[in-house]
């Protein structure tokens, strides 16, 4: 973790109910094999764009998580084009916060703490078939302390990350890109556009109302 993008401090965090278990004197060693373990495209430009945009073209709920690996690629503009084109709602994770702003129609905010709940309303309840995550390491902000709600989370996962192994750390990828977010986005413009056949109404933000103070 150290030595892959983003480079900077490492938090090691534990789920509340590991806390305080017990565990054996020996530990087995675990490995990820069989089903568990996603398929991976190394490929740029059309192989992934193919990929990716078949997927949106089948999904009747999609959303794109953008994380902190994307901060440094300078993507705003080549995915908001591509949100747009694609119809494709989108929220960043905490760290993520500021790639894209939140103020856009597409927009659902942050996923996990410091959000204002739309995010998780649309991934969990709408529910959402198809996450694109990019740049995330789906670490205790985003999933709220690893909260046992993760555990029935039905949505095909498309996690885009250069360093392989932050797939399936907690949740199951379906498919893993191993590129950065800027061969990732620029791979998605360069594609076909993909067919918007959705129809689905994104959880609104409630504004917060401020008691009138007396005169």
Request: hydrophobic fraction near 40%.
């Amino acid at each position: 973790a150290l030595q892959s993008a983003p480079r900077g401090p490492v938090h090691i965090a534990l789920p509340r109910d590991l806390i305080d278990e017990l565990l054996p004197e020996h530990q087995l060693g675990t490995s990820a094999t069989g089903p568990a373990v996603p398929r991976t495209l190394t490929a740029h430009g059309a192989g992934i764009a193919d990929e990716v945009i078949t997927r949106l073209e089948r999904s009747r709920a999609p959303m794109l998580l953008l994380g902190n690996g994307c901060r440094m690629d300078g993507i705003h503009g080549e995915i908001i084009t591509f949100c747009e084109n694609a119809g494709l709602p989108f929220a960043t994770t905490p760290n993520g916060r500021g790639i894209v702003p939140e103020t856009h129609p597409l927009s659902l905010g942050v996923l996990g703490l410091f959000g204002d709940g739309r995010a998780e309303e649309y991934l969990f309840e709408t529910p959402c078939d198809l996450l694109l995550a990019v740049g995330v390491s789906f670490d205790g902000l985003v999933t709220r302390s690893f909260s046992p709600r993760w555990n029935g989370l039905k949505t095909d996962l498309v996690h885009v990350d250069p360093d392989p192994t932050a797939f399936g750390r907690f949740a199951a990828t379906t498919v893993g890109i191993t590129v950065g977010s800027r061969a990732f986005a620029e791979s998605l413009n360069s594609g076909r556009t993909p067919h918007r056949r959705r129809n689905i109404s994104l959880p609104q933000k409630v504004s917060a109302t401020m008691p009138h103070s007396p005169a």
